[in-house]
């Protein structure tokens, strides 16, 4: 089946410590995209990436980083620069360069930091 | 960043009732996407439009594509219980190379036994 997924879905981590988070999409999709979602409220973009090697800061960067090694995959590392890191992070693709290209999302990892 | 003006926040409603929610913008779309999220999950495409005045059903669901590109609507027919969750409204402009989607703050639908 073709599709986005993140890894894991539930992930716990001690304050001051950097965690990875993991998305993978099969869809042979140019670009990813990384969004934090907070209870009750939408979603706001942190990094996201056109091609392979480059991405670019969303709204939120600060204290996150990524890379685009691979197509398919795109790592999002919340750092300890973060000051607020539990949240809910969604992942997503798209095709570029065409008037239809829809975003499509990954499960969603829910990050807690304790 | 932006959000998009999405109303209302949130609605309580009756099974069988029609719902209508609408998304706002001080600035033009090219593209209009809804989303639905249930809770715990990621968002699902529901529909995609993609011109001015646009009108697109997909089963109980239509939206419509505003005239001015700054606004667009969905509405929901006869409510049933899986229509539960968090309806979001995204914009996209198509500037080639700086593909970024602007969400909509949600809006809540609860269906009252």
């Known amino acids: 089946d073709g599709g986005i997924t993140q890894s894991p879905k539930y992930l716990f981590r001690k304050e001051g410590q950097n965690v990875t988070l993991s998305c993978e999409q099969n869809?042979?999709?140019?670009?990813m995209y990384w969004y934090r979602q907070d209870p009750g409220q939408g979603l706001r973009l942190i990094y996201y990436?056109?091609?392979?090697?480059?991405?670019q800061k969303g709204d939120i960067a600060e204290g996150y980083s990524v890379s685009r090694e691979k197509k398919e995959s795109f790592p999002l590392t919340v750092t300890s620069a973060q000051k607020n890191p539990t949240a809910f992070y969604l992942c997503?693709?798209?095709?570029?360069?065409?008037?239809?290209?829809?975003?499509?999302f990954g499960p969603g990892t829910r990050l807690t930091v304790l | 960043g932006q959000q998009l003006n999405q109303s209302p926040q949130s609605m309580f409603i009756q099974e069988g009732e029609d719902v209508s929610m609408n998304c706002t913008s001080s600035?033009?779309?090219?593209?209009w996407l809804w989303y639905k999220q249930d809770p715990g999950e990621g968002p699902v495409l529901l529909i995609a439009?993609?011109?001015?005045?646009e009108l697109t059903s997909n089963g109980r669901l239509t939206a419509q594509f505003g005239i001015t590109r700054k606004d667009s609507f969905l509405n929901i027919s006869a409510s049933i219980p899986s229509d539960v969750g968090i309806y979001f409204c995204?914009?996209?402009?198509?500037?080639?190379?700086?593909?970024?989607?602007?969400f909509g703050t949600g809006t809540r639908l609860t269906i009252i036994p």
């Open positions: 995204a914009g996209l402009k198509t500037n080639f190379g700086n593909e970024k989607l602007t």
């Open positions: 990436s056109q091609i392979v090697n480059d991405f």
């Open positions: 600035s033009i779309f090219n593209t």
């Open positions: 869809l042979n999709h140019d670009a």
């Open positions: 997503a693709s798209s095709i570029v360069l065409r008037s239809d290209n829809e975003q499509f």
């Open positions: 439009l993609y011109k001015a005045g």
